[in-house]
């Protein structure tokens, strides 16, 4: 792309210091400084116009979420942000759509403390791979395959949100407005739990990001722990807009099968109650118990009346 040097200036070389970067864009290739005793953490993800988010996303809102989809994976290792790279495939060097991409990304990477530091621009079909990097000292880190028999489950924010809201968005469902609007948000902005999955470091046995909805990653928790799960349905922590449309449809698709809600999903051992609790106030984000990690595989959900309940794939529960 013969734009490409002046593209990554205008819209990209937006170096604020960090004394952690010594050589950022503009080199072949980037030098960080990592800190004797730290491990780096490193993740990426793809983004695809028409299939991780749909074709009139506007490019504010696609910034932002390329780079919280990459964060929600670091916050659920328990690191901290560093830095990340961005290849990006271009369809045409379409300012109005850079300048707008890059607000949403540097309003999230600044807010989050993580610098860019290179890529590559390339022309094709619209996608967007971010690489993020973060670290964990003295051997920090939490995995997905450590959950403990009797560890608590927990969940944190509501569960749902993000595809009641592309269901609307898609008009396969109505929805009041206000609960559009709201669920919309929680779609296109994202905020990845960073600081909560950093503060739980050290007090968890296992954490995962919720991106493929509640069932599946809790599941892979579970399978890679080889453990299974009780889960109190009652427990499960909704927005008034997820909890009016349970009640109305009696479905819990949402959710439980919803995906794009970027929570954390931990377990953590009974002794630790109270510190969790306390993150709550001092955090500001809700957590919830939603279960307990018990031997024998699988899942298994209870009614508040204390019934096993029998949910199929589409969510909808058979008592
Ligand atoms: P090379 O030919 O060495 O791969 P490029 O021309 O692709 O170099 O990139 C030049 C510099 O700009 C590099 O430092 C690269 O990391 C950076 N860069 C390229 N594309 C992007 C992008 N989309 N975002 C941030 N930095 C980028
Ligand atoms: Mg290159």
């Known amino acids: 792309m013969p734009l490409e040097f002046e593209l990554i ?3 990209f070389n937006n170096a604020q210091a960090q004394s952690d970067v010594v050589c950022g864009i503009g080199d072949d290739a ?17 983004l695809i116009r028409g299939v991780h988010f749909p074709n009139d996303t506007l490019a504010e809102d696609i910034g932002f979420k390329s780079l919280a989809v990459n964060l929600s994976d670091l916050a659920a290792m328990g690191a901290t942000p560093r830095w990340f790279t961005l290849s990006l495939t271009l369809p045409e060097a379409d300012t109005e759509w850079l300048a707008g991409f ?3 990304l540097f309003d999230l990477a600044q807010k989050e403390g993580i610098a860019l530091v ?21 051997g920090g880190g939490v995995r997905r395959s450590t959950a403990e028999v009797g560890d608590d489950l927990y969940v944190t924010g509501t569960l749902g949100d993000a595809a009641l809201g592309l269901a609307g968005r898609l008009r396969k469902i109505m929805l009041e407005s206000e ?5 919309n948000q929680r779609l296109n902005r994202p905020r ?6 950093l503060a739980l470091q050290g007090y968890v046995h296992s ?7 509640f069932v599946a990653d809790l599941g892979h928790i579970l399978s890679a722990s080889h453990k299974g799960a009780e889960i109190y349905l009652h427990s499960l922590p909704l927005s008034d807009a997820v909890r009016r449309w349970v009640e109305q449809e009696s479905g819990w698709q949402y959710p439980l099968y919803g995906g794009d809600d970027y929570e954390l999903i931990f377990s953590a051992p009974v002794d630790h109650r109270t510190k969790i609790a ?11 118990k939603v279960g307990t990690v018990i031997e024998q595989p699988g899942l298994q959900l209870y009614a508040e009346n204390g019934d096993l309940v029998n949910i199929d794939q589409s969510g909808y529960t058979h008592f």
């Open 9 to 11: 200036q205008q819209f």
């Open 30 to 46: 980037a030098i960080l400084s990592v800190a004797c005793g730290d491990q780096l953490v490193v993740t990426a993800d793809t």
């Open 102 to 104: 890059s607000s949403g």
């Open 118 to 138: 290179g890529g590559d621009t390339t022309r094709g079909p619209l996608s967007i791979t971010i690489q993020a990097m973060g670290t964990v000292s003295g």
């Open 179 to 183: 609960d559009f609007l709201f669920c």
């Open 192 to 197: 990845p739990r960073v600081a909560t999955g």
């Open 207 to 213: 954490m995962i990001d919720c991106s493929d909805g």
């Open 278 to 288: 306390a993150f709550v106030d001092a955090l500001g984000v809700p957590i919830s």
